[in-house]
């Protein structure tokens, strides 16, 4: 594990026409120690050839190939086992970070010891149309995350010497809300940085079909993963319902 080295995870599937704009998001930091593990998740589309010209050009991002598509849980947690830094952040294939993330947070989670730091963002469509922002609490604890889920996978560094390699649960939708309710059984709660440091896409989806879809999903980490009991399964349940529907004003990824 090198000291300072930020191991950035990005898992890539359908990718081609974002990669680049989040490579360069990356080369762009002011924070110049990092490496980046892009795992293709067998991609149907050609977003292979455009990360393996950016490896070429720079060392410090590596490409790593999944024998078969296994979703994005597998994918992340593939490059977290072969990660080499102490901090790891994750930013989708999709999304975009600010010039400036890496060193702000990086200095905020020294000076504060914490476990894990998150930070607020802008969102955007797929055609880079501003689609309002979203600013997060200062911190977040287990009951907090229980009732709406503040902190964007985008937006995360975790410190492996406080808490270790954490990996997500190998679950098809919702892993990082899995993960980040598992990280807050342990400590007593991470801290969110208010100023706006990455950029969210929205994608074209299926809305309705979608709210179906996390509300199970959602009622299945209450009571698989965080193992609550039907009343605080249903207490949390109706808490987390009540501030999704506010969180994008319908829209999901």
């Known amino acids: 594990m090198q000291n300072n080295l930020v191991s950035i995870i990005t898992p890539s599937y359908g990718s081609a026409s974002f990669i680049s704009d989040t490579i360069e998001s990356v080369l762009n930091q002011t924070y110049k120690n990092w490496e980046m593990l892009i795992v293709d998740d067998l991609s149907p589309d050609n977003s292979n050839k455009t990360i393996e010209e950016y490896t070429k050009k720079d060392g410090r991002i590596?490409?790593?190939?999944?024998?078969?598509?296994?979703?994005?849980?597998?994918?992340?947690?593939?490059?977290?086992?072969?990660?080499?830094?102490?901090?790891?952040?994750?930013?989708?294939?999709?999304?975009?970070?600010?010039?400036?993330?890496?060193?702000?947070?990086?200095?905020?989670m020294k000076e504060k010891k914490c476990a894990l730091s998150y930070t607020?963002?802008?969102?955007?469509?797929?055609?880079?149309?501003?689609?309002?922002?979203?600013?997060?609490?200062?911190?977040?604890?287990?009951?907090?995350?229980?009732?709406t889920n503040s902190i964007g996978c985008l937006t995360v560094i975790y410190d492996t010497e406080i808490i270790g390699k954490t990996y997500f649960p190998d679950i098809i939708k919702k892993q990082d809300f899995a993960l980040w309710l598992k990280i807050l059984e342990n400590i007593n709660q991470v801290e969110g940085i208010t100023e706006i440091l990455a950029v969210y896409r929205i994608r074209k989806v299926s809305v309705s079909s979608n709210k179906i879809k996390n509300t199970i999903f959602i009622w299945k980490i209450f009571r698989e993963h965080a193992h609550l009991n039907i009343i605080k399964s249903i207490y949390y349940f109706l808490h987390y319902t009540v501030n999704g529907l506010k969180k994008y004003k319908g829209k999901k990824k």
Request: proline share 4%.
């Open 62 to 108: 590596k490409l790593i190939k999944l024998e078969k598509n296994s979703g994005p849980a597998v994918a992340r947690n593939k490059a977290i086992k072969e990660a080499q830094g102490r901090y790891i952040a994750f930013l989708d294939a999709d999304d975009l970070w600010l010039p400036n993330k890496l060193e702000i947070q990086i200095k905020f």
């Open 120 to 147: 607020s963002y802008n969102l955007i469509d797929e055609e880079n149309k501003g689609l309002g922002e979203f600013i997060v609490p200062t911190s977040v604890s287990h009951s907090d995350l229980l009732k």
